[in-house]
């Protein structure tokens, strides 16, 4: 098991960009939380088996439509186990 810590920035909040990722989240199978930060920049806390948290990763990484990831910063580790969903926060 492997967890994501994930902040990605350009076109990512007032772009439905949560939702989206909730939906790959949802669709991969992975847990975890996505949220908007005050710097204009998108936290994303994801665990789930190693080869899920890796087509995950990509796949958030989105510039299609109004959506534009310009920069992320990734980092992986040991999953924790705290997480039995993926979530929207606020």
Partial sequence: MKRLEMNVRGRVQG????????????EIG??????????G????????ENALIDEFA???QIKKCQIS????DIRF???TG???KFELKW
């Fill in 69 to 72: 990831v310009n920069e992320s």
């Fill in 41 to 48: 920049s998108v936290e994303i806390v994801a665990e789930g």
């Fill in 30 to 39: 992975v847990v975890g939380y996505v949220k908007n930060l005050p710097d």
């Fill in 15 to 26: 772009v439905f960009y949560r939702d989206t990722v909730c939906g790959i989240a949802d």
């Fill in 58 to 60: 990509e796949r958030v």
């Fill in 82 to 84: 705290e997480f039995s």
């Fill in 77 to 79: 580790s040991k999953a």
